[in-house]
């Protein structure tokens, strides 16, 4: 096991520095201190070279010049808050309104956009881990109350990669984090994540509306492109999406949470890549990168469906829905999340 620093551009002149944790199998995962960003994630070729099972970029500029918020960590509330307001024990808060009149991915100041303070890094036989930490006011991203985050990455010799959130408050806030990384392990000249193999432990997804809000409604998988009950290419679930306003998924899937069953297993027959997930929370959103915007990139490459976001958390809009989850942290309580990803190559 091993970690090394390595220099990563410069944020809003702020020097950026990449961590490299490589395990005994030679598994490679890189990290970070911008926005805890999962930069890649290799892992050793048949041919005795090394192949990313994300999309990635070696120049942070291609991280930050677009809105996809490309494999940052998100908070403090992933996904969109409806009305950019909510209720939090009888108290009415009023939150930046980043997507029309919503709030998305934590409005413009949330996790994804500040350099996160490096608290710790460990290496022992059998694992390395980074903790990274971030302390956010109400000035700085309109959320009530000052959060302290801390977000632990470990990589194991079983080729486990898991990110642990812990988060404090000194008042009544929420808490609902993920990770935006986007998977594609075909080869790199592969265009589009169709010959993907997706399988979710899910029945159920959400209904929303226009602006992809929940109506609270679940809606069965059965008979509908939603359904990767068994496994199934992605190819075909997205052509039956082809006439749809986002021609592809941005959607919620309820899921049995679990670290010891997979969530979801993401597969390339091709190469023999695969991607295990592992959330103890009950909602997947999986957006598959429906864009041609030319600063969506992966080694220079721009095409709708180049990856696919699978991103772990609570129910979306839960402030709305509380059947959904309870999100709110209170004072003085500390609120802990696991996502974890099991790679076989």
């Given at each position: 096991?091993?970690?090394?620093?390595?220099?990563f551009?410069?944020?809003k002149?702020?020097?950026?520095?990449?961590y490299v944790m490589?395990?005994d199998?030679?598994?490679q995962v890189?990290?970070?201190?911008?926005?805890?960003l999962?930069?890649?994630f290799?892992?050793p070729t048949?041919d005795?070279g090394?192949?990313?099972?994300?999309?990635?970029s070696?120049?942070?500029d291609e991280?930050?010049?677009?809105?996809?918020c490309t494999?940052?960590?998100i908070g403090?509330v992933?996904?969109?808050?409806?009305?950019?307001?909510f209720?939090?024990?009888?108290?009415?808060?009023?939150?930046?309104q980043n997507?029309?009149e919503?709030?998305?991915h934590?409005?413009t100041?949330g996790?994804?956009?500040?350099?996160?303070?490096?608290?710790?890094?460990?290496?022992?036989?059998?694992?390395a881990?980074?903790?990274l930490?971030?302390?956010?006011?109400?000035?700085?991203?309109?959320?009530?109350g000052?959060?302290h985050v801390?977000?632990?990455?470990t990589?194991?010799?079983?080729?486990n990669?898991?990110?642990k959130?812990?988060?404090?408050s000194d008042s009544?806030t929420?808490f609902?984090?993920t990770n935006?990384?986007y998977w594609?392990m075909?080869?790199a000249?592969?265009?589009?994540?169709?010959n993907l193999i997706?399988?979710v432990n899910?029945?159920y997804?959400?209904a929303?509306d226009?602006g992809k809000?929940?109506?609270g409604?679940k809606?069965a998988?059965?008979?509908?492109p939603?359904d990767?009950?068994k496994?199934?290419?992605?190819g075909?679930a997205l052509?039956q999406?082809?006439s749809t306003k986002?021609n592809?998924f941005?959607?919620i899937?309820?899921v049995?949470?679990s670290?010891t069953?997979p969530v979801?297993t993401?597969?390339?027959?091709a190469?023999?890549?695969?991607?295990?997930l592992?959330?103890?929370?009950?909602g997947?959103?999986m957006?598959t990168?429906?864009?041609?915007d030319?600063?969506?990139?992966?080694h220079?490459q721009v095409h709708?469906?180049?990856?696919?976001a699978?991103?772990a958390?609570t129910?979306s809009?839960?402030?709305?829905?509380?059947?959904?989850?309870?999100i709110?942290?209170?004072?003085?309580?500390?609120k802990n999340c696991t996502?974890k990803w099991?790679?076989?190559?």
């Amino acid at each position: 096991m091993d970690i090394a620093q390595v220099p990563f551009g410069h944020f809003k002149g702020d020097q950026v520095t990449k961590y490299v944790m490589t395990n005994d199998n030679g598994v490679q995962v890189g990290i970070l201190d911008f926005a805890g960003l999962l930069q890649s994630f290799k892992v050793p070729t048949k041919d005795g070279g090394m192949a990313d099972m994300v999309l990635t970029s070696e120049n942070l500029d291609e991280f930050t010049n677009n809105g996809f918020c490309t494999n940052r960590l998100i908070g403090r509330v992933a996904g969109r808050i409806a009305h950019g307001e909510f209720k939090i024990f009888g108290k009415t808060v009023k939150l930046e309104q980043n997507e029309g009149e919503n709030t998305l991915h934590g409005g413009t100041n949330g996790f994804y956009n500040h350099i996160w303070h490096v608290d710790d890094t460990n290496v022992t036989g059998d694992y390395a881990s980074i903790t990274l930490s971030l302390t956010l006011s109400e000035k700085d991203d309109t959320f009530p109350g000052t959060i302290h985050v801390t977000a632990t990455y470990t990589l194991d010799n079983d080729d486990n990669l898991t990110l642990k959130f812990g988060a404090t408050s000194d008042s009544d806030t929420v808490f609902n984090p993920t990770n935006h990384t986007y998977w594609n392990m075909a080869h790199a000249d592969v265009k589009t994540v169709d010959n993907l193999i997706l399988q979710v432990n899910s029945q159920y997804h959400l209904a929303v509306d226009g602006g992809k809000i929940p109506t609270g409604e679940k809606i069965a998988n059965a008979g509908t492109p939603f359904d990767f009950s068994k496994p199934t290419r992605l190819g075909d679930a997205l052509e039956q999406m082809a006439s749809t306003k986002e021609n592809g998924f941005d959607d919620i899937w309820v899921v049995e949470p679990s670290l010891t069953k997979p969530v979801a297993t993401l597969e390339d027959k091709a190469s023999g890549r695969k991607m295990e997930l592992f959330s103890d929370r009950n909602g997947l959103v999986m957006y598959t990168m429906n864009s041609d915007d030319q600063a969506v990139y992966n080694h220079g490459q721009v095409h709708p469906h180049l990856g696919i976001a699978m991103e772990a958390q609570t129910l979306s809009d839960a402030p709305h829905h509380p059947e959904f989850g309870d999100i709110t942290l209170r004072p003085n309580e500390k609120k802990n999340c696991t996502i974890k990803w099991h790679v076989e190559y």
